[in-house]
């Protein structure tokens, strides 16, 4: 019985672990997925940003291109969560497949910028999808005010950005505080992005470290 007990402890202790970094646009999300990855020898899983065709439209014209560029992450989203689940290495993950589905696509349809039709076979995409995928091991939350998102955004200089609207992250915050008010999908860390620059200060960086190995001492 004990023999069978350890064989457990040590399948589940091989086992690769999802972590997954949540947060606005602007949040750290990139910088702390990039800077972690070099902490913990975690194979790092990036959003695929600069390789959507649609960006660049959908900010100059978000209502005509915002189906396309929902259904673009959802698919590239789906193709990463299920490599991790079939992979042998513990990944982390810049943002997940949840906040496609639970944010950004509902915002977007909220706002008149996404039409009913085109939402409902968006919601009908993810739910069949969602058979297939299960909530990461650990998610960090970036809580970050729309002041120090807008600066981050302009920090980094992207062209596509630069005529992001001020209501559109406004509504994203107010829908990620929603969602991350009633998570219960699996462990939960919260970041306060505000209060920690972790992109430039080490010893910020070293608390966000001290927060995880708490948490992963019960994962590993």
């Known amino acids: 019985m004990g023999t069978n007990i350890e064989l457990l402890f040590l399948v589940a202790m091989a086992k690769p672990k999802h972590i997954a970094i949540a947060g606005n646009i602007g949040a750290g999300k990139t910088t702390l997925t990039r800077l972690l990855s070099k902490h913990y020898k975690w194979e790092a899983q990036y959003e695929a940003a ?11 014209e978000m209502q005509r291109w915002s189906f396309n560029l929902q259904v673009f992450f959802l698919n590239s989203r789906f193709r990463q969560v299920m490599d991790i689940k079939n992979g042998t290495k513990t990944v982390i993950q810049d943002r997940t497949i949840f906040e496609d589905a639970h944010i950004f696509a509902p915002n977007l349809h909220a706002m008149g910028l996404m039409t009913s039709r ?40 992207r062209a596509y950005e630069e005529t992001i609207r001020l209501d559109y992250l406004k509504r ?49």
């Open 172 to 220: 994203l915050n107010e829908r990620y505080e929603a969602w991350i008010d009633t998570y219960d999908k699996g462990n939960l860390l919260i970041v306060e992005v505000d209060e920690n620059n972790f992109s430039e200060n080490p010893e910020d960086l070293g608390k966000i470290v001290n927060m995880i190995d708490d948490e992963i001492n019960g994962l590993f």
């Open 50 to 60: 600069d390789d959507n065709p649609y960006l660049n439209d959908f900010y100059e």
């Open 118 to 157: 085109d939402f409902d076979n968006y919601q009908s995409l993810f739910e069949l999808m969602n058979e297939f995928v299960g909530p990461p091991d650990l998610m960090i939350y970036l809580r970050a005010s729309i002041p120090t998102l807008v600066n981050q955004i302009q920090k980094r200089g």
